[in-house]
């Protein structure tokens, strides 16, 4: 099969200044690296991916995955289920968008019928869910309700944080706010020195930006979030983590008209001024695969990814995964070290797919998912 997306040149990592001090350019700025052919196309024949959601029960729109693998071996994947994009409580729908999950025996292959992870009063979203060291799961979301000074639109409950002690079959009923004034759309990332981060972002008239929060108590308690700074850019959603080699943290940040990322060298007390790849990019996710190759899987164009040898200093041609828009994409290692990657359709019906790929340091290659 073909290999898509190998290395191309340096995209986006032109620093103009200093990250916490130091002079970036020895990070930021890679050696070249030999271009490849244009990225092929991805494979969106109806063979090459499988449903994970079809129809949770709440109105027939499955958006927002995720999927971690349980202490017991299962795949567990989660999605906001409701009537549309947002779904406040109505006549269809008596308490809003809930959580929902599902679960998988074969590696992706087949999933079991949607169930109901949590689900208050309004609406419940964006869930997001990650296995701790100490094998309990993690689910954060937030939570929208109608405004409450009755003008149209929607005010934030806040972020919260459910977990379930037993491989998923049962989860708090009563969530524990993580913060109030931020949003959250990514998954907790446990650190090398066991403290929990949280991707967080929020905005105003006037700005937007990405934020970190830190738990020192498995999630019980988090800190006041540390603001990214954007360097003049509208930073408006998701921010997600990952912990490089060296031990610094890598965040990648959604924008309004392109992506952006930022780096702390102190275990996250401070952050560089947030810089633009090269490259659009919403709602990123990122996962290290095996052989230290990091990917890095976003919406625009349609359903992408990009990934770097290199630690996050450099980044590889765009990556088609799928034609469809919604994207919000995760991804986990299956056991034979291949990755599935599960996203979301967008539009009235929206379904949840899911692809398998290998990951080398020679590119991308698609593969059947269970094959």
Same mark, same amino acid.
Request: charged share 20%; hydrophobic share 40%.
């Given at each position: 099969?073909?290999?898509?997306?190998?290395?191309?040149g340096?995209l986006?990592?032109?620093?103009?200044?200093l990250?916490?001090?130091?002079?970036?350019?020895?990070?930021?700025?890679?050696?070249?690296?030999?271009?490849?052919?244009?990225?092929?196309?991805?494979?969106?024949?109806?063979?090459?991916?499988?449903?994970?959601?079809?129809?949770?029960?709440a109105?027939?729109?499955?958006?927002?995955p995720?999927?971690?693998?349980?202490?017991?071996?299962?795949?567990?994947?989660?999605?906001?289920?409701?009537?549309?994009?947002?779904?406040?409580?109505?006549?269809?729908?008596?308490?809003?968008g809930?959580?929902?999950?599902?679960?998988?025996?074969?590696?992706?292959?087949?999933?079991?019928?949607?169930?109901?992870l949590?689900d208050g009063?309004?609406?419940?979203?964006?869930?997001?869910?990650?296995r701790?060291?100490?094998?309990?799961?993690a689910?954060?979301?937030?939570?929208?309700?109608?405004?409450?000074?009755?003008?149209?639109?929607?005010?934030?409950?806040?972020?919260?944080?459910?977990?379930?002690?037993?491989?998923?079959?049962?989860w708090?009923?009563?969530?524990?706010?993580?913060?109030?004034?931020?949003?959250?759309?990514?998954?907790?990332r446990?650190?090398?020195?066991?403290?929990l981060?949280?991707? !967080?972002? %929020?905005?105003?008239?006037?700005?937007?930006?990405? &934020?970190?929060?830190? #738990?020192? =108590? @498995? /999630? +019980?308690? *988090?800190?006041a979030?540390?603001?990214?700074?954007?360097?003049?850019?509208?930073l408006?959603?998701?921010?997600?983590?990952?912990?490089?080699?060296?031990?610094? !943290?890598f %965040?990648?940040?959604?924008?309004?008209?392109?992506? &952006?990322?930022?780096? #702390?060298? =102190? @275990? /996250? +007390?401070? *952050?560089?001024?947030?810089?633009?790849?090269?490259?659009?990019?919403?709602?990123?996710?990122?996962?290290?695969?095996?052989g230290?190759?990091?990917?890095?899987a976003?919406?625009?164009?349609?359903?992408?990814?990009?990934?770097?040898?290199?630690?996050?200093?450099?980044?590889?041609?765009?990556?088609g995964?799928d034609?469809?828009?919604?994207?919000?994409?995760?991804?986990?290692?299956l056991?034979?070290g291949?990755?599935?990657?599960?996203?979301?359709?967008?539009?009235?019906?929206?379904?949840?797919?899911?692809?398998?790929?290998?990951a080398t340091?020679?590119?991308?290659e698609?593969?059947?998912?269970?094959?």
């Amino acid at each position: 099969m073909a290999l898509m997306g190998a290395p191309s040149g340096v995209l986006g990592n032109r620093c103009g200044g200093l990250v916490l001090g130091l002079a970036c350019a020895a990070w930021c700025v890679a050696e070249e690296v030999k271009a490849a052919p244009a990225p092929v196309a991805a494979d969106v024949s109806p063979q090459s991916w499988v449903t994970v959601f079809a129809d949770a029960g709440a109105g027939g729109y499955e958006a927002f995955p995720d999927v971690c693998r349980t202490a017991d071996g299962r795949l567990l994947a989660v999605c906001y289920a409701g009537y549309g994009h947002i779904a406040m409580p109505d006549a269809r729908l008596p308490k809003g968008g809930r959580l929902s999950g599902c679960f998988s025996d074969d590696e992706g292959k087949t999933w079991s019928a949607a169930f109901t992870l949590f689900d208050g009063p309004y609406d419940d979203r964006d869930p997001s869910v990650a296995r701790l060291k100490d094998g309990r799961l993690a689910c954060t979301f937030f939570t929208l309700k109608p405004r409450a000074d009755g003008q149209a639109g929607y005010e934030s409950l806040g972020a919260f944080i459910v977990t379930s002690s037993d491989n998923g079959k049962t989860w708090e009923s009563e969530p524990r706010l993580i913060t109030k004034a931020y949003y959250c759309s990514s998954p907790i990332r446990e650190l090398a020195d066991g403290r929990l981060a949280l991707g !967080l972002y %929020a905005e105003n008239e006037k700005a937007a930006w990405g &934020a970190v929060t830190f #738990s020192e =108590d @498995g /999630g +019980k308690t *988090w800190r006041a979030p540390v603001d990214i700074p954007t360097g003049g850019l509208r930073l408006d959603a998701e921010t997600d983590l990952i912990q490089l080699k060296d031990g610094s !943290l890598f %965040a990648a940040l959604r924008g309004s008209t392109t992506s &952006a990322w930022s780096l #702390s060298k =102190d @275990g /996250g +007390k401070s *952050w560089s001024v947030a810089e633009q790849f090269a490259f659009p990019g919403h709602c990123h996710y990122l996962h290290r695969a095996p052989g230290d190759i990091i990917l890095m899987a976003h919406r625009l164009p349609d359903t992408s990814l990009h990934y770097s040898l290199d630690e996050c200093r450099t980044w590889s041609a765009n990556v088609g995964v799928d034609t469809v828009f919604g994207a919000y994409p995760s991804m986990v290692t299956l056991k034979d070290g291949t990755i599935l990657i599960v996203y979301y359709e967008e539009g009235p019906g929206s379904n949840v797919r899911a692809k398998r790929l290998r990951a080398t340091r020679q590119g991308i290659e698609w593969l059947p998912v269970g094959g």
